[in-house]
Structure formats: C-alpha cells, structure tokens
C-alpha cells in the first residue's frame, strides 16, 4: 500500500500544482488576453478557453476511457499502461514551460492541460483499479482515504518548495521576468511526479488482470463488448450504473471546485490583495493551497475511517451537502458581509468558507472511489473503472461548458460557483434516489456483464 499511495503523492502535481493553484491561475490572468479589448487584463478569455479545452478533454475520455481499461483487463497489463500514461503525464506537465505570458501562447497552454488531463484519467484508471488488488472489502474506506490523503499532503510539500524556491522566495534567482518563475515550476512539478512514481512503476505488482489475459480484439470488438457491459449492468447490476451516473454529475463539480478554486481565490475573490493584517501573512493563493491541502488530506483520511463504518453512501451524501451549503454561503460573500456587526470581507470568507470545501472535497472523493471498489470484480476492475472515468469525465464538458455559458451570458469568472452548485445538486439528488451502499465483496468472476 505504501508505494501505491506514494504514487499519489506524486500526483499531487496534476491537481494542486497544475490545475489549481499555479499554472491554472496563471492560464487565466490577464496576460494572455488581447490587447486593446474590453476584456483585456481580466482573464476572461483564458478562462473561457481553458474551460472548453477542458471540455473537449473530458469528451475525449468519455469516447476512450471504458475500451482503454477493458482492454488493459484482458491483456494482463493494468501496470504497464499505468506506467506509460504517467510518463505521458510528465511530458505535458514539463512542456508548460514553454508557455510565456504572451496572448499567442495560451492555445498551447489549454493544449497542454487538456492532454495532460486526459492522460492522467488513463493513469488513474489503472491506478484506481489497483485498489482491488491491494485491499479487501472491510478495510477499502480506509485505504482509499489514505491514499487521497497522501495526495494532499504530497501537494502541501510541493506548493510549499515551489513557493519558498520559485514564487515568493525565488532561491533560485530566476526573478519574474517572462514569468520564467511560474514555468519552472512545471519542470519541478515533473520531477516531482516522477520521483514517486518510481517506486510502484519499477515493482512487479500482482493484479488480478493478469490472470484474466485474452486473445486482443478489435477495437470495434472492443465498443461492442462496452455496450454490452452496460446493458448486462442494467439487467444483473443496477445499483452500479446508477451509482455511475450519479457520481459523473457530483464529481465534475468536485473536479470543478479544484479547477476553479484558485482562479476564484485570485480574481473574485482577490486573495492576494488584501491588506488586512490576516492576509498580510497568509494572503497567497499558494499558501491557501498549502493550508487547503493539509485540511482535505484530514478530511479524506477520517472520511475514509467513517467509510467503513457507516458506508460510502452516507459519506458521500454528508459531504454533498455540506458542500453545496457551504458553496451558497461563498456567493453571498463574494462583497463584503455584515455579521452581527462584523464586517466580513471576501478575503476572509474565502479563506473560512474555502477550507470548508476542502475539508468535505476529500471524503466524498475518496468514498467514491471506495464505492466502486467494492462492487468491482477484481479481474474486471480497469474495465469498471474505465466506465467511471467515463461517467465522471464524460459529463465533464457539462460543468466547464455551463461556467463558460454563465461567464459569456453575465460575464464575470464568478458565475463558476453557480454552476458548480447545480452540478452537484443533481449528482447528490440521483445519489439520494437511486443508490444503495454496496452489500458485500465482490468476486472474480461473480456474474458475466457481456451477455446482456
């Protein structure tokens, strides 16, 4: 278990250095818009694009997802594709620093966001999947938090060298011309990745795959088998299709919470420009990402102990709501709030209300991966985890498609926080309807998907 979840600590570059709160602000400040436009030095159109190559990212994982993980099912090699995806991940990761702040780069930005986001859905398949192999039904809430909070706390260790080396403390004196601070980054971020990928890449690991190897297919064999699966869910395993479509709604807006996170930290919320005295200290977007990460790895970890006490379904449900509460109160608080007296600037509610989030974002992730965990076969797991990327991605073109319709239509990156409510609010009322926890392990081979 240990060198999986180094991997994920690894992988802490995807989402808390790339996505969130470095190279995701970065695409969109306002030095990549056009000048002379109305919307010039408001990062509007770097959100906007970055919000529909986001988009296309996630169609491309709902097409390809399901196929890529049943055929690494078939063909034995759940750690060989891991492997290749990653070093795909860490080419993307590393050619963002060549992106510099000019409007003529930002096609290459989004580019290289959108591909390293699809690669890493493929590497978290195999990865995902390898819960099965490493856990058994009791313990699996447990082992799911501890990986998603290696994650986190892998995340606080790399913002923290990134702010002390490259951003705030430039111990490397590179300075900030040309932004070649923020773009070093992304080679850190890289390393990163790959130092504690190495562990479980370089370990034979003994998955349930490889037992289950068949003849290759064709890939249109392949997208017959898919629908085939999906029908054989829908007469033999109902409870998984509805809990994979229900989860495609709430963890898009979870993956919206961390894409959007920083951006609304920055330029709604303007984090790094307060002057009151609590900010003074702690008014960096990188350092609420740092004290983000340390809240949502506590928050995965015990959410993951009360997983195999009450359910996932339970925890699930709890931190849904407590998210969409807590993402209500956000948007009264986007202009300064009297409480009993008390005035309450943005700033300060963000940092409350937005570790908040982060305390509730955890559980529900890492539940979520456990509730598969336990209904999936282990031989069958790429293949079901395929399917999950699928509905969690494959709708993923919803959330950053309704942001970027708010933002044309009312203008203002804060129209991401309406949106994100009302993709989670039907993910979390689907979860209520029509899902029940699982009821026991499952088995190699416990029933065949394929005969409809």
Known sequence: MTKW???????????????????????????????????????????????????????????????????????????????????????????????RPEEGYLLLGVTLMALMGIFDEFANLNYNAMITDISDHQRMGRVSGIGWGAGYLGGIVLLLICYVTLIEGDLLGLGGDDAVNIRTV???????????????????????????????????????????????????????????????????????????????????YRIEDSTIPFTEIAGSVLLFGIAGNVVAALGAIAGGWFDDKIGPR?????????????????????????????????VEAFWLFGLLLCLFVGPAQAS??????????????????????????????????????????????????????????AGLALLLILVRDPTGPAKMHEHSLNDG
């Open 5 to 99: 979840s180094l991997w994920s600590w690894g992988n802490a570059t995807v989402s808390a250095v790339m996505t969130t709160f470095v190279f995701g602000t970065y695409l969109t400040s306002g030095v990549f818009d056009l000048p002379g436009t109305p919307e010039a030095e408001s990062g509007d159109r770097g959100a906007q694009y970055l919000a529909v190559a986001t988009a296309i990212a996630g169609a491309v994982v709902a097409l390809t997802a399901p196929v890529i993980g049943q055929r690494t099912d078939k063909a034995g090699r759940r750690r060989l594709w891991l492997t290749i995806n990653t070093v795909m991940i860490l080419v993307m990761v590393a050619a963002c620093f060549f992106v």
């Open 186 to 268: 992304a080679l850190v971020a890289a390393g990163w990745h790959l130092l504690f990928a190495l562990p479980l890449l370089l370990t034979k690991v003994n998955t349930a795959d490889q037992h289950a190897t068949e003849e290759k297919v064709t890939v249109r064999e392949s997208y017959l088998r898919l629908f085939r699966v999906i029908a054989g869910l829908w007469h033999k395993d109902r409870n998984t299709l509805w809990f994979l479509i229900s989860s495609a709604a709430y963890r898009d807006g979870l993956s919206a919470i961390f894409t959007w996170g920083a951006v609304l930290g920055v330029h709604v």
């Open 314 to 346: 339970a925890v699930i449900a709890t931190s849904l709501w407590s998210l969409l509460v807590i993402a209500v109160i956000m948007w009264i608080f986007v202009d300064e709030r009297q409480i009993g007296g008390i005035s309450v600037s943005p």
């Open 368 to 425: 979520s991966r456990a509730f598969l965990g336990r209904l999936a076969p282990p031989d069958r797991a790429g293949e079901l985890f395929g399917l999950y990327a699928t509905a969690g991605r494959g709708m993923s073109f919803l959330t950053p498609g309704l942001i970027a319709l708010l933002i044309a239509l009312f203008g203002g990156q804060v129209m991401a926080i309406p949106g994100i409510i009302i993709i989670l609010g």
